[in-house]
């Protein structure tokens, strides 16, 4: 497999669990929190498909294509090992769905920081909130769903509340 | 449609037209030519798929992940315009295969610059020899191509000598 396909199983496969998850949650009230914003494509995507339901946006640096920038007012900025906890205080257990794609190029160093956010990341939820990750997640008590569709297994992760 | 959307279809068009494209022109004995290393995903497709043919790659400013960063050997750094006369000088008419991506986000100005660099890269092809861009091309004497099945129209052009 060449890097061209890792790729594009990746962004497929967070297109088709974030479809799934956008469906499933949609009866929900709670706003939807876009972790990692980096080129804007995923917040774009979900933007175009959610509607009725805030979306925040959580990234260090904002770099993103001027068509996917948050408004100032959906923008929580900082490192998320800081700003999820502040988030939690503001906004309680209330997230329809959170969608994270925080890593780099450095599979380890990925998962080790999923390990650390993950129980930042859990209690944010709302009951019935799903979580779709790049990354494998470390959650005390959210159930794996299986994969929707077109994802490929690996590239993506569901969980739920 | 979303960015996301159309970021997808870009790449698998990409991918449909570099096969189609290292498959028909496999025969032929000369070098690809990568314009446009960027992250280097192209870039390392090709590596992956194209036996037996030197592949060169040309890029102002090498910054793609270390997987795909070719050797200085192959790497012809400088600015298009300046760097493929120069490469007609040193090669002559004889590259099997180019595919190019060169272009940003400024739809207006990618289409002036493909007008631009057409000229420059029609006398670099083989006979035979075949053309993959990300944006349509302006040449005097190439055929286009009917694109390969899951390519999407509009996404990406194939130009035969
Ligand atoms: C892979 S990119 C996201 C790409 C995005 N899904 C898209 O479609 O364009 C990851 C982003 O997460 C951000 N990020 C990584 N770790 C972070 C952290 N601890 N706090 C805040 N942002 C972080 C990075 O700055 C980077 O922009
Ligand atoms: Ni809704
Ligand atoms: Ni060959």
């Known amino acids: 497999m060449s890097r061209l396909d890792v790729f594009i199983d990746r962004m497929v496969s967070q297109r088709a669990c974030l479809d799934f998850a956008i469906a499933e949650t949609a009866a929900l009230p709670g706003p939807a929190f876009e972790l990692g914003l980096g080129n804007g ?21 904002i770099a993103s294509n001027p068509a996917s920038t ?3 007012a959906f923008t929580i900025l900082g490192d998320v090992m800081e700003t999820l906890p502040q988030t939690l ?3 309680g257990a209330t997230a329809s769905l959170i969608h994270a794609d925080l890593g780099g190029h450095n599979l380890k ?3 080790l920081f999923a390990r650390k956010v993950s129980p930042l990341i859990e ?3 709302a009951k019935g909130g799903l979580m779709v990750s790049s990354d ?7 159930e794996e769903l299986p994969l929707p569709e077109g994802a490929v297994p690996g590239r993506c992760f569901i969980y739920r509340k």
Do not use: Q
């Open 41 to 61: 494509r995923t917040y774009h995507h979900m933007r175009e498909n959610i509607t009725g339901h805030d979306i925040y946006v959580f990234e260090r640096a």
């Open 70 to 72: 948050p408004d100032e």
């Open 89 to 91: 205080e503001r906004f």
């Open 109 to 111: 160093k990925n998962d």
């Open 123 to 125: 209690p944010l939820l």
């Open 136 to 142: 494998r997640m470390y959650f005390d008590a959210l």
